[in-house]
């Protein structure tokens, strides 16, 4: 008996592009897939995996997208039409050659150079499918691209992107009580708007850039504030606002970050998201971690050492930033919609203007020089 499965999906378990070739090789026509009578039979490059050269023409062995490798065939030049690729392939070729110290492109190509030729292009399809699902997943305006000219090495594994915080088991996040009736945050803050009603100081200037020192913590409006989404004590929440690239770094430091715009000085870069845990949690895995070579645990002891956020397997693009004993991004604590100091969201901003193309660091080993509500009311009196 059928039942009416309403509002139900099943995700199918071929790709777009598989579907497309399949429809291609059954000559189907599909309005969807963009197959019809007019094209079905054009095929597309999907890579480029060999070369040679005879006296009068130039050849490619061409990996066609959605068929098998046993159906690569040999191609004149002329008969391609995929420039990037082929440009691409020469750059990959060119760099191989002079890591074997030669510098002539044979007229064939041996087995050898060939295969790693294969791997790179295969690599930067997984890296570029990988790319997208970051892109797919995140949440906020600045867009996430992946690079590695360096090796073989392909996606982190047992790593999920996430856009905030996951809560372990039995932590719970204190929602924001009240929130502010500001029409003017900046310039005519209500009973000294959110951070005023914790005994601080307004932390963003009408730039949104941070005018306080490290150590002092960053009270910004929340869901119940009466004041808009432009708002110029909302910085944190609007996330990450730039461009930035995960990138294989050169000299054995794994995975790093450069951001692909320019930043200016006391700027929020990104926010470090994670899972949170209790402290006796992060112990138990720090050895774990130890004896892998790696952690990505963070302390939240802005008030007092009780959680930590791991971000092993469980983060967002911070998880590739590298450490720095000249950082230029700076650690801050910052509150919204949670009450709870012993909770802050720690947030990255600029130390220093930063150009495009620059890697962005911080100090994994930065102590937070903390500031207790008594010396900020004076200051503020």
Same mark, same amino acid.
């Given at each position: 008996m059928a039942e009416n499965l309403k509002d139900c999906s099943v995700p199918c378990k071929m790709s777009w592009e598989e579907l497309? *070739?399949? !429809?291609? +090789?059954?000559?189907?026509? !599909?309005?969807?897939l963009g197959v019809n009578r007019a094209n079905a039979n054009e095929y597309e490059v999907e890579f480029l995996c060999d070369y040679k050269k005879s006296k009068e023409e130039e050849f490619y062995l061409v990996k066609w997208r959605g068929f098998p490798e046993s159906d690569n065939t040999w191609e004149p030049k002329r008969n391609l039409r995929c420039p990037k690729l082929m440009k691409q392939f020469h750059l990959d070729l060119d760099q191989e050659l002079r890591r074997h110290k030669r510098r002539c492109i044979p007229k064939k190509l041996d087995k050898e150079l060939t295969s790693v030729l294969i791997q790179k292009a295969k690599l930067r399809q997984c890296l570029q499918r990988w790319e997208a699902h970051l892109n797919h997943t995140r949440n906020h305006p600045g867009r996430i691209f992946v690079m590695n000219e360096v090796d073989l090495e392909g996606p982190p594994k047992n790593f999920t992107y996430i856009n905030n915080y996951k809560v372990g088991q039995g932590i719970v996040l204190d929602e924001m009580a009240v929130g502010c009736e500001c029409k003017n945050c900046l310039d005519e803050p209500v009973n000294g708007c959110c951070p005023g009603a914790s005994f601080h100081r307004m932390a963003y200037n009408n730039r949104g850039q941070v005018r306080i020192r490290a150590g002092q913590p960053i009270y910004e409006c929340n869901s119940r504030c009466n004041c808009g989404l432009d708002c110029p004590n909302r910085v944190v929440q609007k996330g990450i606002q730039f461009d930035l690239c995960i990138f294989k770094t050169e000299n054995g430091r794994g995975w790093g970050v450069r951001t692909l715009q320019h930043i200016k000085k006391n700027t929020f870069v990104m926010e470090y998201v994670g899972e949170i845990i209790t402290t006796d949690e992060a112990e138990r895995r720090g050895h774990i971690y /130890? +004896?892998?070579?790696? $952690?990505?645990?963070?302390d939240l002891d802005y008030v007092e050492d009780v959680y $930590?956020? /791991? *971000? *092993?397997?469980?983060?967002?693009?911070?998880?590739f930033v590298n450490h720095s004993c000249n950082p230029n991004l700076?650690?801050?604590?910052?509150f919204i919609d949670n009450i709870d100091e012993r909770l802050p969201r720690i947030a990255l901003f600029s130390t220093r203007a930063i150009r495009a193309g620059e890697e962005l660091t911080f100090d994994y080993k930065m102590q937070m020089q903390h500031v207790s509500i008594f010396q900020v009311w004076i200051s503020l009196e």
């Open positions: 497309e *070739a399949l !429809c291609r +090789r059954e000559r189907l026509h !599909c309005k969807e /130890d +004896r892998q070579g790696s $952690t990505y645990l963070f $930590t956020v /791991d *971000a *092993a397997h469980l983060g967002n693009i911070s998880h700076q650690v801050f604590n910052v």
